[in-house]
């Protein structure tokens, strides 16, 4: 039996302990799908806490029992690459898990969780820009690839994703 985790709204306090988190999970989790120095580049930029999704209210954190960070993600109705949707369409947003607690449900809880309130929400389909090395963890969450892509994350600095897209 899995122990019983906690997910709730991010806030920006919450900044210290999601940087730890991407700090602790991006470096272990992409080197087989991305080259050392591609992660050289991309590590700086993808292991920060964006203020403005842990401000949103759309994006939640997973915690242990004992109040530990071990899970994050989300979604916005807010493009992250364009800032700009269409209606009835939203995005997964940042999604991460601790090394430590890999396949047990965590990712799986707060795409659910995101997913459920994104309906609620009134949206009908969500975008998500996957890692290589999560694109098998959305296609058993329903999503389809729809093409590689590229993201820019700061002049010079390119970062292999796959665009997926699901109904919801």
């Not at 602790?24 to 992660?39: C, F, M, N, R, V």
């Not at 898990?97 to 459920?116: C, F, M, Q, V």
């Not at 002049?155 to 897209?165: E, R």
Request: aromatic share 6%.
């Amino acid at each position: 039996m899995r122990p019983p985790i906690h997910i709730r709204r991010a806030m920006p306090g919450d900044r210290s302990a999601v940087t730890q988190l991407f700090r602790k999970s991006y470096p272990q989790l992409l080197p087989d799908d991305y080259s050392a120095p591609t992660l050289r580049a991309v590590l700086p930029h993808i292991t920060m806490a964006q203020p403005g999704l842990l401000a949103c209210g759309t994006y939640y954190l997973a915690q242990d029992d004992q109040g530990a960070v071990i899970g994050a993600g989300g979604w916005t109705d807010v493009s992250p690459a364009r800032g700009v949707s269409r209606e009835g369409e939203g995005h997964i947003r940042h999604v991460a898990t601790h090394p430590s607690h890999l396949r047990r449900g965590i990712a799986r809880d707060l795409i659910e969780h995101s997913l459920s309130a994104a309906r609620d929400f009134g949206l009908n389909r969500m975008h998500c820009m996957s890692t290589l090395t999560a694109r098998p963890f959305y296609e058993e969450m329903g999503f389809e690839a729809v093409g590689e892509i590229e993201l820019t994350l700061a002049p010079g600095v390119h970062f292999p994703a796959v665009q997926m897209i699901s109904e919801i």
